[in-house]
């Protein structure tokens, strides 16, 4: 068994709406049932992998599916929360796609690994480590995934369809997109301010500032050594708190010091964790954690300090270890309790006490490990959310709008939350910017509380999802240029329009990025940008294979047409049906209320009709069309052509923009540009856009080389014709060929190149359309041949010429300038050149330098 490639589907995509891993195994000489006893040796390593053949499934097991099924199941083991895999074969004997969801991408991937060495244990009777594999897996899940803070914020924004996006491998999250994007990094919002986080670690300044706003706090101040705390200390009087002045998670944290001994103590450990130490008065009770969202107590928790409860048998040490091996606890923050430390100020805590670690606590006695309560340290939460006194919670709230955070956590010490703080003496000891959940999410005891759908509704008002409109548009041909009128259209509306194409990533009509960007990474980094109202976005094939979409839905999809030679071949997609799959995932992944735009005249794109969650709408120039016809006698939407107009029709609705009006369609006269036309008029419908609107951006849309360039830019020469296009397929040709007939020319030229990674028959059929097409012929090769050997294309174009009979010359320039100067060299006033350019920008650029010379 051996894998050639594995990568990451980190959107929906060809196989499930779900994140997974593929990878390409091959295995022709694995089946299960050849290899004896390999069944119960894989179980006897791994008993819960389940059933090899699902119920219902008679084909041969093969390890490939074995191996699909041990890195499912290992991840299931772990705690993942995964459930689909497959296993497919290709059109390569012996060769598989396996395809495994994921949580965490790299606890799939480890799981992968883990799961062939599995399989090679039961192959070859050798060990395997299922309990080393699986603590594995969950110590990199747990570095992996969200904690709990965050991971609340997240599942509440998910619930409400507002999409997400992990943007470093911490806790920094996007919520939605472009201009209606918000920011989190675990319970710190975009609003929360640089300045009020600032003033919460100084400890000092946020007392000076409660005390200012008639919040009670503790007298104290900053001192400069261990002896200047026993000082303040003295000044105070009675027990002391000694803390880092800009401390959090109560690291360096002392309560309760009364001696110099323990001053002296407490001050060593708070200079570790900063060199700037606090004194303050220690106020007897409990420590409560009110949780403040906007301007709202949202929940509330008295914390208790970390404490083991004597048994007369056990030492603490024991009794410790004991509380440790509770499964909620554990070293980090991924479960709702940490574990009891041992350290100096746990052995000091102690001491104070009368005990050390190896003493036996009499039955029943409460021993502190700690006089904070952090959960941090060690610490339980007990919910007190419902009997907090609205005092008391004016107070939280006064709090945090006088350090200016939008969510904070108010630390108070007070005998309860029943009565306000005044009336109790307690005081207000901590004001925390990025507070942990998890103590309201699972309280040790009592109600978990809804804190992460608080903090979203903060961020969101109701009813709002952080979306901006999103068109995806896939096909053969017609992309770019239907993105780009797509594009115009909503610009016209006022819109800031991220566009992403083959040629590059546009901003508000902005090029910020180039090359061919009609995959998932372009869309991302439009999705991304905070200036972008409506995002617009050619979606090809490749990126689709590669890793997916890079939304979890669109408002709308547009499929312009599938046809020959748009790449088949490549990654197991061999015919025109494998293709449709492909296109077909932006229509599976249409939102309820969205609409996909597909043309009627393609069967296998009006196929995708049964496949879309939304609306359909049809398109296509002839109005009697079956498929239109039936969806128009339903009273459903279709664009057509009659009468010399784009007609746009839904039951006794018509609306008409006459051709005429649409410069890019020359009259009507270039069939697939008012196909173009018809797409994009279609999705601004869909969209609603005022019909205003969409007849003004038809209108004056100019499809030239700045706005549209590779597609049918057209240029005059000392009196002939240019035409340069990106046409790369013979579909592709075979429109361009119905258009130039339309266009008077005393002679036909045309220069052309082939793409190297198409198929053989693919690359023969251009010239082969071409020849029968134009008079004189100009063969280049370009500098990238794709895999290709030199002269190869070269020779599969002479050979689709040969089935040709028109044409008379031909000639081969190697270079894609030389070609071209040889072209326009040759012109006279009256004839056509048609030049199929292959760097797009490049040559255009040529083109138009000498056009100006002339």
Known sequence: MEVSRIRALRGPNLWSKRTAIEAIVSCSECLIEDMSGFELRLRARFPEIGSLQPAGHEEAISMAHALTLATLGLQVQAGCPVTFSRTAATTESGIFQVVVEYS??????????????????????????????????????????????????????????????????GSMVQFGWGSRQRRIQAAETDRTSAISEAIAQDKELTKMLLDAAGVPVPQGRPVSDAEDAWAAACEIGGPVVVKPRDGNQGKGVAVNVETRERVLAAYAASSEISEDVMVERYVPGYDFRLLVVGNHIVAAARRDPPNVLGDDVHTVRELVEQVNSDPQRGEGHATSLTKIRFDDIALA??????????????????????????????????????????????????????????????????????????????????????????????????????????????????????????????GTNGKTTTVRLISYLLGQKGLRVGMTNSDGVYIEGRRIDTGDCSGPKSARTVLLHPDVDAAVLETARGGVLREGLAFDRCNVAVVTNIGMGDHLGLSYISTVEDLAVVKRVIVENVAPNGVSVLNAADPNVARMAESCPGSVMFFTSDPHHPVMATHRARGLRVVFVDGGAIVAAEGSFEHRIPLAQIPLTRNGTIGFQVENAMAATAAGWALGLDWEIIHTGLATFINDAATAPGRFNLFDYRG???????????????????????????????????????????????????????????????????????GEVLALLRQGLEKASRTKATEEIRGEFLAIDTALARLNAGDLCLILIDDVDAALEHIAKRVAEA
């Open 349 to 474: 805590t102690l001491a104070s006490q009368g005990y050390d670690a190896d003493a036996v606590p009499p039955k029943g006695a409460r021993v502190l490990l700690r006089n904070n309560a952090n959960l941090s340290t060690g610490g339980s939460a007990t919910d007190v959310t419902d009997d907090v006194h609205p005092d008391m919670a004016a107070r939280a709230v006064a709090a945090a709008q006088m350090i200016g955070l939008d969510i904070c956590g108010i630390d108070m010490v007070c005998d309860g939350v029943h009565r306000s703080l005044e009336e109790q003496g307690g005081a207000v000891i901590e004001v925390n910017a990025a507070p942990g959940l998890r103590m309201h999410i699972t309280p040790s005891f009592g109600k978990g509380r809804a804190v992460g759908e608080a903090i979203v509704s903060n961020m969101f008002a109701e009813g709002e999802d952080g979306r901006i409109p999103v068109i995806a548009v896939a």
């Open 104 to 169: 965490e991408e790299k606890v799939a991937r480890l799981a992968f690994d883990l799961a062939q060495e599995l399989c090679s244990a039961a192959a070859g009777d050798f060990p395997f480590d299922l309990d080393d594999a699986l603590v594995r897996l969950r110590e990199l899940d747990e570095d992996e995934r969200l904690g709990p803070s965050t991971g609340a914020i997240v599942q509440a924004a998910h619930a409400r369809g507002i999409p997400h996006r992990r943007l470093t491998s």
């Open 720 to 790: 002939a014709t240019l035409i340069a296009d990106y046409g790369h397929n013979p579909d592709a040709i075979q429109a361009l060929v119905k258009a130039i007939e339309h266009m008077p020319s005393k002679r036909r030229l045309v220069v052309i190149s082939g793409a190297g990674d198409r198929r053989d028959e693919d690359i023969r059929d251009q010239t082969r359309i071409l020849g029968e097409a134009f008079d004189d012929v100009i063969l280049y090769q370009d500098q990238c041949q794709r895999g290709r050997a030199d």
